[in-house]
């Protein structure tokens, strides 16, 4: 594509064509966002459009944002986990009372690793990957986790 970023965010059809698949996501995405990911996805389909495919430049550009746009809002709608907000089913509440009852008086941090690696069945990779760092050191923060746990329900020696 030789055309210049600049020439077609400036266009009028590209631009309408944008704004149009954006008006769909607007209430789930703010609006510096909303042109930061316009601006991305133009940006990759002019790096990326071949012309020999078959497809027009504007039905390529309409496809990437669309799923540009979907994964944001997917990706915002995953919940952090709360020592506090822990959902469990009608059949499991006295399961979630006893959870709290036992992550009570913990750090956040120490509840949350606990949670997602015994409640969640999360593996160490995910749980590092889900916080931020490596395998191992989710591997030694939940090392640690369990230590304090034990020392505040006063299990072992």
């Given at each position: ?23 769909k ?9 909303m ?10 389909c ?21 799923f540009?746009?979907?994964n ?22 006295q399961?979630?009372v ?21 409640v ?15 395998r ?5 923060k ?11 329900n006063?299990?072992?020696?």
């Amino acid at each position: 594509m030789d055309k210049d970023i600049n020439i077609l965010y400036k266009d009028k059809a590209i631009n309408h064509l944008m704004n149009s698949v954006c008006s769909k996501y607007q209430k789930n995405i703010d609006v510096d966002q909303m042109e930061s990911i316009k601006l991305n996805t133009l940006w990759e389909c002019i790096k990326k459009y071949d012309e020999n495919r078959g497809a027009k430049f504007t039905s390529f550009l309409y496809q990437q944002l669309t799923f540009a746009l979907k994964n944001e809002v997917k990706s915002k709608k995953i919940k952090e986990y709360s020592t506090n907000n822990i959902e469990h089913n009608t059949a499991e509440k006295q399961q979630q009372v006893n959870l709290n009852e036992l992550f009570d008086g913990l750090p956040t941090d120490t509840a949350n690793i606990l949670a997602q690696k015994f409640v969640d069945n999360m593996t160490m990779v995910e749980i590092g990957e889900k916080n931020g760092y490596s395998r191992e050191t989710a591997r030694r923060k939940l090392k640690n986790a369990i230590k304090i746990f034990k020392q505040k329900n006063k299990i072992g020696k």
